[in-house]
């Protein structure tokens, strides 16, 4: 599965931004999609996720509120809404699809996509 990442940019704190992730395989069969952030000297941290089947989602707690995941089966897309933007947000975002394939899972990773947040 190829993923790409798309709508990085720069926004002033406060700001909106939408990005998006394009999944070349149907994303029925993928079990959950995650966003995952890194900036420079951190960690790569999970941001949200969601599962492809029910939709059911969660948030690290310093964007819960404020950032809300998506995902469009019919157009293979899953979407990362970023409101009310803080310049800790300053990452470049990683999109994440897992599959099980038997009883082993498999990740799946994008490029990257920057989003810096002027302060």
């Known amino acids: 599965i190829q993923l790409v990442e798309s709508g990085g940019d720069l926004v002033q704190a406060g700001g909106s931004l939408r990005i998006s992730c394009v999944a070349s395989e149907s994303t029925d069969s993928i079990n959950i999609m995650r966003w995952h952030r890194q900036s420079p000297g951190k960690q790569r941290e999970l941001v949200a996720a969601?599962?492809?089947?029910?939709?059911?989602?969660i948030y690290l707690d310093s964007v819960r509120g404020r950032f809300a995941i998506s995902l469009d089966n019919s157009k293979n897309t899953m979407y990362l809404q970023m409101n009310d933007l803080k310049p800790d947000d300053t990452a470049v975002y990683y999109c994440?699809?897992?599959?099980?394939?038997?009883?082993?899972?498999?990740?799946?990773w994008g490029q990257g996509t920057q989003v810096t947040v002027s302060s």
């Open positions: 969601i599962s492809s089947a029910g939709g059911s989602s």
């Open positions: 994440n699809a897992v599959t099980q394939w038997g009883s082993d899972y498999i990740d799946y």
